[in-house]
């Protein structure tokens, strides 16, 4: 959702601009992802609509619905979802920051079925991209990339390229080695009996809410968590 809470932000692989195999003259979908904003509020317009002069003289005003998001019915879903003015591509990991969204971009062709980006993604071919809604266009904010995650307040972005990690400020240009972090001085304290507890927990329900038999064979599962999760706490380590 965008930050002001009137749009939806989405990416959607719906752009067929097919191109020839030279071997075996069959067509090749590549560059299929553009991102949509999906209006919330029917009647409300498009953020990429012209401007005339008396909207260009109140730019300061405040329109957001932040702490009151309206969402309209499915009915007219398709009228209201708008295509941003953006070059389709292999794009990703869309999230939203003030003013827009950020979302990354393969530089590369990648002939798989399903792709996606993860944590445990360690090749660099990913760019970093900002669209800023009220200017209507794109740029590039860092390049050779692997991934990236936003603060909780959405001020800062932690970024990975390859082997190395690094905090920056969210939708600002930057380079791989920005605000570099070394791992090697990362200390992690672990309260293994609060650890063990939510191993348990977790198992517990788990069975609870995924075994086959919703009568657990008849064993009454409350009783039997009670029964052992006393004994958690004088597990070793």
Known sequence: ??????????????????????????HIFLDMAKPYVLILQKGDPTPFAPKNDVENNEEDKDDSRSDNVVISPLADFES???????????????ESINGGFI???????????????????????????????????????????????????????IYKAGSKFGIVDAGKEAKVGDGSLRLSDAKIKINKKEE?????NEAWRIQRDWFYDENMHGLNWEKTGEKYRKFVPYCGT
Do not use: W
Request: contains cysteine; aromatic residues 14%.
């Open 1 to 26: 959702f965008s930050k002001c809470g009137k749009y939806l932000f989405f990416l959607s692989n719906r752009t067929f601009e097919p191109i020839m195999g030279f071997v075996d003259q069959n």
């Open 80 to 94: 209201r979802s708008v295509v941003a003015p953006v070059k389709a591509g292999n794009l990703f990991r869309l």
């Open 103 to 157: 979302f990354l971009k393969k530089t590369e062709n990648e002939f798989l079925k399903y792709q996606t980006v993860t944590d445990e993604n360690s090749g660099t071919n990913l760019e970093l991209y900002e669209f800023d809604l009220k200017l209507g266009e794109d740029k590039l904010l860092m390049s050779g990339i692997s991934q990236y995650h936003l603060s909780a307040d959405g001020k800062k972005m």
């Open 196 to 200: 063990f507890l939510q191993m348990f």
